[in-house]
């Protein structure tokens, strides 16, 4: 059976895969694009090494559960957004590697929503570290 890889009438694609198979499919795909921008974005590979530091500091200091869980999640959420901006660079890049204000525009959206995400795991780290560790008058 051949695959198609246009949506049909009603918008949906027809690949065969259902149940167990879809979900390993999925996978499979999730660990292609997780390789794929490993090798080849040295900003990830560089957001890897940070937030593989301050995930470990969250497991090993004393906070709450609720501070450790917050502190994890935004480093991950960081992590999301990177992935992100990097899918948008390659589709733009794939479409051309010309110089477009509209290519542009796309790649300066993707580039904020990393400086957002990783202010917001500023601040969320810096208020917690501040709550343990600031003197309490």
Known sequence: MQQQHAPQGDGKYRHGRTGFRRILHTLIHSRDGFIATFRGEAAFRQLLVLHGLLMTMA???????????VMLAVSL??????????????????????????????KDMGSAAVLLSLLLCLGIWAAALYQRFAPHV
Do not use: F, M, Q, Y
Not at 59 to 69: F, K, M, P, W
Not at 82 to 104: C, G, M, Q, T
């Open 59 to 69: 497991c090993v200091l004393d906070i709450s559960a609720v501070e450790r869980a």
């Open 77 to 106: 959420l960081s992590l999301v957004v990177e992935l992100l901006n990097s899918a948008i660079e390659a589709v733009v890049d794939r479409i051309s590697l010309e110089r477009h204000p509209l290519s542009k525009r796309a």
